[in-house]
Structures are given as structure tokens and as C-alpha cells.
């Protein structure tokens, strides 16, 4: 697998490049672990839907933005 930082690049908070992600996906053929930049749930679905494997969260998770049942659901 391959572990691609996704966040905006604009520091804590940038959101998540799902162009860049979906860029990676389409050129490699591993899977694309996708993390960085995700906020809220919707950014984990932003990246699921451009074909990362997985998302990685985590300051997210510690700051309670969102819990790790309702993650894996999303």
C-alpha cells in the first residue's frame, strides 16, 4: 500500500486534495491510504469516493470532531 498525505497544505485545517488522491489511484496499482487534512466525515468520505483504501484519522479523533464508530461507518 501506498501512505499519500491528502491534507490541504495550508497547515492544520487545509481540508483534504481529493484531486491528488484520486491523481495516485488512478496511476498506481496499489492501494492508496489516504490521510491528512481530514476534519470531519465527510472529508473521510471524500476520499473513500475517489478510491483510497483507507483514511487515516487523527487529530480528528483526539479532538472529538467525530468518534471512531461513526468513522468507520461513514
Known sequence: ???????????QRGGVRRERVECVVEAVDS???AGGGVWALGDGRALRGVGAAAVVVGTALY???FTLDAAMRA
Do not use: C
Not at 1 to 9: E, N, P, T, V, Y
Open 1 to 11: 500500500a501506498i501512505r499519500l498525505s491528502a491534507g490541504g497544505g495550508g497547515g
Open 31 to 33: 492501494p492508496v491510504v
Open 63 to 65: 479532538e472529538g470532531r
